[in-house]
T-cell receptor
Framework: ELKVEQNPLFLSMQEGKNYTIYCNYS?????LYWYRQDPGKSLESLFV?????AVKQEGRLMASLDTKARLSTLHITAAVHDLSATYFC????????????FGEGTQLTVNP | GAGVSQSPRYKVAKRGQDVALRCDPI?????LFWYQQALGQGPEFLTY????????KSGLPSDRFFAERPEGSVSTLKIQRTQQEDSAVYLC??????????????????FGAGTRLSVL
């Protein structure tokens, strides 16, 4: 059974600081996704990582994938208040169709 | 519309009542998914359609849950004889990709805002 674990589950940080969210998964996967969710809103796709060593960056967020360690990281650089949200990682396996298995989410609060 | 649309946004049901939740996917999207998100948790897979065919319903928690997509576009998730443990946000997602599109395909799923179901 594919399991996905994120840590930390709650993160409170000051504006301007850097931090990393970790996502571990239990079996090999074909794709890893990062999504953002604001309260009462839909999940917004941030990154799709397909291969070992993949790195994607968008603004202050950078995601990477290490398939050998079954680990993905989401690094936040110089956080700003607008980044406050819940971040989910999710994995998919071809043999399971396209179903996504999600982590519990990391609730990020960026304080002024 | 430009995105995935779900209705109603909120639904309050008395225990034992039947409910129907609607999902309008992005036009032309082949694949449609339903997920259940309990408070403070990540979404959990319920079922998947490719066009009108329900290819995977392994995540449906009981036979009280039923989903359909008769014309390969709009989908309805029906819950019969609702129980308190059914209270959750039900998310719908669509994707332009087919199953087994290939390992290199991104297969991004686009989510709706969800229906929050409260069973009293």
């Amino acid at each position: 059974e594919l399991k996905v674990e994120q840590n930390p589950l709650f993160l409170s940080m000051q504006e301007g600081k850097n931090y990393t969210i970790y996502c571990n998964y239990s079996t090999t996967s074909d794709r890893l996704y990062w999504y953002r969710q604001d309260p009462g809103k839909s999940l917004e796709s941030l990154f799709v990582l397909l291969s070992n060593g993949a790195v994607k960056q968008e603004g202050r967020l950078m995601a990477s994938l290490d398939t050998k360690a079954r680990l993905s990281t989401l690094h936040i650089t110089a956080a700003v208040h607008d980044l406050s949200a819940t971040y989910f990682c999710a994995v998919a396996k071809e043999t399971s169709g396209s179903r996504l298995t999600f982590g519990e989410g990391t609730q990020l609060t960026v304080n002024p | 519309g430009a995105g995935v649309s779900q209705s109603p946004r909120y639904k309050v049901a008395k225990r034992g009542q039947d409910v129907a939740l609607r999902c309008d996917p992005i036009s032309g999207h082949v694949s449609l998914f339903w997920y259940q998100q309990a408070l403070g948790q990540g979404p959990e897979f319920l079922t998947y359609f490719q066009n009108e065919a329900q290819l995977d319903k392994s995540g449906l928690p009981s036979d009280r849950f039923f989903a359909e997509r008769p014309e390969g576009s709009v989908s309805t998730l029906k819950i019969q004889r609702t129980q308190q443990e059914d209270s959750a946000v039900y998310l719908c997602a669509s994707s332009p990709y087919r199953v087994l599109a290939g390992v290199g395909a991104k297969n991004i799923q686009y989510f709706g805002a969800g229906t929050r179901l409260s069973v009293l």
